[in-house]
């Protein structure tokens, strides 16, 4: 391998742009090719990158059928489109640095595991949460029995109302038969990071949650379609032009939300973009279907319990997190762990060093340039252990996720007997 891990970015949108300039601000990695269909977004990638003609392609299955240009490949494609290229680098020799959920179905997630294991190839699934200062700080703290056994968890993900708009209701994420359920989409990081905190395998899942909100049935009197028609523009809490407006100037919200309105952020860029694209349009059309609330409720062996609440209906803001042991409980705000111990009657405030927001803009708070380091770090020395969101473990999140849409559905609850085995109890 040369000196710097060599990159082929599968997909130049929001994620995959992210993952590329963290990785190249490491002096570790390069980009070398480019796969986007998009002229656009293709064109200013191969741009920043300086790549050349022949690195740089409208289809991945151009690139796969290619001499490996890279060590890795980053998958960063729509959801219900990983399957296909994830399998095919893996069979031509590239590690892979999948962003979640690896596929909305079993099936699909399984074939691209295998291939990366069939391949002797290295997958790290962007589980991004794993991999924070915050996270990392909490499980040394759980792990150390600090506050003993753990017996039951209380977490919440605020996912914001501008945020659940954009992404979910006028976004890619609007329709599960275009993507995946809000839970598979979102959540899937919350399931797998309570299991990696709690350390212990899921016995029985249940779940109650819908869309109870965007939609048809709650437009105001006097809506129009689009939001710069509406006489409602200036009044309504989900208006696009108020919701995008404030980003323009702000290069943290021109990276991101602006940038998935148009490549070339400008304010007459956006004005158009909000006038023709779905990002303009009114949030109670009934465009989408997704669940805008949902609680799934996870029973672990040895009876440990935990509560999860994903909602639109917050600020966007960090992961909220109670943990109840034998000895003490700590109360967690993606920032700061404050640790109460029952035998002295103590309370200790611990600062991580969880930098910045807890947007995609800034980076997950750090825990996207965690990550990052991570994986090339693993890809560089071959070390699988540097890998903590491995295909396996993936899996077994995204059963979670199947189990409790299962027994939202159905009214049930969900027993896992095994991975890739539910049964109805």
């Given at each position: 391998m040369s000196?710097?891990?060599?990159?082929?970015?599968?997909?130049?949108?929001?994620?995959?742009?992210?993952?590329?300039?963290?990785?190249?601000?490491?002096?570790?990695?390069?980009?070398?090719?480019?796969?986007?269909?998009?002229?656009?977004?293709?064109?200013?990638?191969?741009?920043?990158?300086?790549?050349?003609?022949?690195?740089?392609?409208?289809?991945?299955?151009?690139?796969?059928?290619?001499?490996?240009?890279a060590d890795a490949a980053v998958i960063a494609t729509p959801d219900r489109l990983h399957v296909g290229p994830a399998v095919a680098f893996a069979e031509a020799g590239y590690h892979l640095l999948l962003e979640k959920p690896m596929a909305p179905t079993r099936e699909d997630s399984l074939r691209i595991v295998e291939a990366a294991e069939r391949n002797n190839v290295l997958l790290m699934v962007c589980h991004v949460m794993r991999y924070s200062a915050y996270?990392?700080?909490?499980?040394?703290?759980?792990?150390?029995?600090?506050?003993?056994?753990?017996?039951?968890?209380?977490?919440?993900?605020?996912?914001?109302?501008?945020?659940?708009?954009?992404?979910?209701?006028?976004?890619?994420?609007?329709?599960?038969?275009?993507?995946?359920?809000?839970?598979?989409?979102?959540?899937?990081?919350?399931l797998d990071w309570l299991s990696h905190i709690i350390g212990r395998p899921v016995r029985r899942v249940s779940s109650f949650g819908s869309l109870s909100f965007f939609t048809p049935a709650n437009m105001p009197t006097g809506a129009a379609d689009r939001c710069v028609d509406?006489?409602?523009?200036?009044?309504c809490a989900y208006s696009a032009p108020t919701i995008y407006g404030r980003f323009l100037g702000d290069p943290v919200g021109e990276r991101w939300p602006l940038a998935v309105l148009t490549p070339q952020v400008t304010a007459e860029r956006v004005d158009e973009a909000?006038?023709?694209?779905?990002?303009?349009?009114?949030?109670?059309?009934?465009?989408?279907?997704?669940?805008?609330?949902?609680?799934?409720?996870?029973?672990?062996?040895?009876?440990?319990?935990?509560?999860?609440?994903?909602?639109?209906?917050?600020?966007?803001?960090?992961?909220?997190?109670?943990?109840?042991?034998?000895?003490?409980?700590?109360?967690?705000?993606?920032?700061?762990l404050v640790v109460h111990e029952f035998t002295t009657n103590t309370r200790e405030t611990m600062e991580t060093s969880t930098l910045d927001g807890a947007s995609a803009?800034?980076?997950?708070?750090?825990?996207?340039a965690s990550l990052i380091d991570a994986f090339l770090d693993a890809v560089r020395t071959g070390d699988r252990a540097l890998i903590e969101s491995g295909g396996r473990d993936s899996l077994h999140s995204h059963e979670l996720v199947w189990a409790a849409e299962q027994a939202r559905n159905t009214s049930t609850v969900v027993e896992l007997q095994s991975i890739g085995a539910l049964a109805v109890g």
């Open positions: 000196e710097l891990v060599r990159l082929a970015v599968i997909g130049a949108g929001s994620r995959g742009t992210n993952y590329a300039r963290l990785a190249v601000a490491t002096g570790r990695a390069e980009v070398v090719a480019v796969v986007e269909p998009d002229p656009e977004r293709r064109a200013a990638f191969a741009e920043e990158y300086a790549l050349p003609g022949d690195a740089v392609f409208s289809d991945w299955g151009e690139l796969a059928a290619t001499s490996p240009l996270s990392r700080a909490l499980k040394a703290l759980l792990d150390s029995g600090r506050i003993g056994e753990i017996v039951s968890v209380e977490h919440l993900e605020p996912i914001g109302w501008w945020h659940f708009a954009h992404s979910y209701v006028r976004g890619n994420w609007a329709r599960e038969a275009e993507s995946s359920s809000m839970l598979m989409a979102k959540s899937s990081h919350d509406c006489a409602l523009v200036n009044s909000l006038r023709t694209g779905p990002y303009g349009e009114c949030v109670f059309n009934g465009r989408n279907d997704v669940a805008d609330h949902q609680v799934v409720n996870l029973e672990y062996t040895g009876g440990v319990t935990a509560s999860f609440t994903v909602t639109a209906f917050t600020d966007l803001d960090f992961r909220k997190t109670r943990i109840f042991g034998t000895l003490g409980s700590i109360d967690g705000d993606g920032r700061r803009a800034d980076g997950h708070g750090g825990a996207d």
